[in-house]
């Protein structure tokens, strides 16, 4: 699979194969989406919490005798059906939601949403994201270069640098819809949140599979 290489401007550098292994693999939603939920809910972070009738304060005494007064039984004032007392079956943030995914997994979803962006034309290949001067200027001028990344107003593009440099990072980090990620920590999720994948020198890339 011959593409096209381009430099920061936009310009036709050279040509290089990609592995059918890694673009051109049929696609998968099943997979796809198990290993999207197992990653979304392994990073939620649940935040509401409930008191159970142990741990609302009051209510140790019984409210009245078993019998003789004709009213309901209760043993306390903090059960569920009393007013202030304790929730039942309500949310508790010691809730464990970690869903672990095979690694194998995780790659054959990778290279499953690589291959279809692929084919759809929203993976830009480049030779190096670093430009002129590490200022967001510099960076929109780059980007203006590479189709029409910019006209999206959310979540346009994933830049994947080939390794971590923070001058590249500096140029592309105030821009609003654009994310910055090396390239070897692509994921599903990366991929599936921007439309377009911007790939800095694929090769480097290529050779840590």
Known sequence: ???TIHNIKGEKVRTINLPENVFAVR?????VKQVVD???????????????????????RKPWQQKG?????????????WRHGGVAHGPRNEKNFL????KKMKT???YAILSRKFKEGEIIFVDSLKPSAAKTKEGVKALKGFSNILSKKRNAAVLALAEKNRETERAYRNIGNIEIIEARNLNPLSLLRYKYLVMENPQLWLKQK
């Open 1 to 3: 699979m011959e593409v």
């Open 27 to 31: 696609w998968n939603a099943d997979l």
């Open 38 to 60: 197992s990653m979304l809910s392994s990073v939620r972070i649940p935040v509401a919490h409930t008191k159970n009738r142990g741990e609302v304060r009051g209510g140790g």
């Open 69 to 81: 007064t004709g009213r309901a039984r209760h043993g306390s004032t903090r059960s569920p059906i």
């Open 99 to 102: 869903r672990k995914v095979s």
């Open 108 to 110: 054959k979803a990778l």
